[in-house]
């Protein structure tokens, strides 16, 4: 909804943790991880427990031991400023080790993620000597010019069936999006999985408002598919039925300010006096009272 706020770093971190569920026993994930004091907060910390466990998933694999997650919305810019900041940070997490050199700089490494390929930022790479391949689907590692390994991870180029979480932070998916990601919902057992999973719907839901309320009034909906979206979609439909309402009474209002006025002008009465009178009966400030008797 336009007046909503959609909570999408949220969304991306239950995304991720789905992403790499199989290998969260030796992966520790720190959403908001502050540097020292707050602005300097990186959105995702992955901490890899176990330096000898390869991990299989596309997303995963660049990972050492400790690596900066950084999630821009579909609304967010990525761009060379964003890339330095993101390398800013881990410098600024390796100085921050208990001892001298305790954080290896060859045991770091930098993901940003959006939606769409940040086109600006790959040609400031060409123009600069940067490196880059494409190894996997969306994923795009960076070399050369970076204190650390670096990936962009463009979630619209992901493969759809091993990236579902991720692909499902997006304002453009489809009804067969939507069915499909609520079947993978009814496919997980763990309630941890399933909160997970309740985040990354609830921003899919927001975000994609038109293609959810069609899906509500889909006769081959089944019933429990509807009652998985019923707890997020039914206070957007009451908050909307609440704006119409405030609409409705405040265009009542105007039309009766507008009225008494047309009536008092009818009357002959001053317009210093009109202005008193609808400030009074419509309990209106003095700038507010203006813009009806200038109309």
């Not at 769409?116 to 490196?131: A, S, V």
């Not at 979206?229 to 206070?235: G, L, N, R, S, V």
């Amino acid at each position: 909804m336009e007046d909503t706020p959609i909570q999408w770093h949220p969304g991306f971190v239950a995304a991720m943790n789905l992403e790499l569920a199989q290998y969260r026993n030796i992966l520790r994930f720190e959403k908001e991880y502050n540097l020292n004091v707050k602005p300097l907060e990186i959105d995702l910390l992955i901490i890899k427990k176990d330096a000898g466990t390869r991990i299989e998933n596309e997303i995963g694999r660049i990972f050492q031991g400790h690596n900066m997650i950084e999630y821009k919305n579909p609304a967010d810019h990525l761009n060379i400023d964003v890339f330095y900041k993101v390398e800013g940070y881990a410098c600024l997490y390796k100085s921050y080790g208990e001892t001298v050199d305790a954080v290896k700089a060859d045991d770091i490494t930098m993901t940003l993620v959006r939606e769409t390929k940040p086109k600006g930022l790959f040609r400031y790479f060409e123009e600069h000597g940067y490196q880059v391949s494409n190894p996997y689907a969306g994923i795009y590692y960076v070399r050369g010019n970076t204190l650390f390994p670096a990936q962009i991870v463009v979630t619209k180029e992901l493969d759809s069936e091993a990236h579902i979480w991720l692909k499902a932070l997006s304002e453009k998916l489809e009804k067969h999006d939507i069915r499909k990601l609520l079947v993978h919902i009814r496919q997980l057992k763990g309630k941890f999985d399933i909160e997970l999973a309740d985040a990354v719907l609830e921003v899919s839901m927001l975000a994609n408002e038109r293609i959810v309320e069609e899906l509500m009034g889909d006769d081959s909906m089944s019933e429990a598919f509807l009652e998985m979206m019923k707890p997020i979609i039914e206070p957007l439909i009451v908050k909307r039925e609440k704006e119409c309402t405030e609409r409705a009474l405040q265009k009542g209002m105007e039309q009766g300010i507008q009225g008494t006025v047309s009536v008092l002008r009818r009357l002959e009465v001053n317009e210093g006096q009109i202005m008193k009178s609808i400030m009074e009966q419509y309990s209106l400030t003095e700038e507010e009272a203006k813009r009806y008797t200038q109309q």
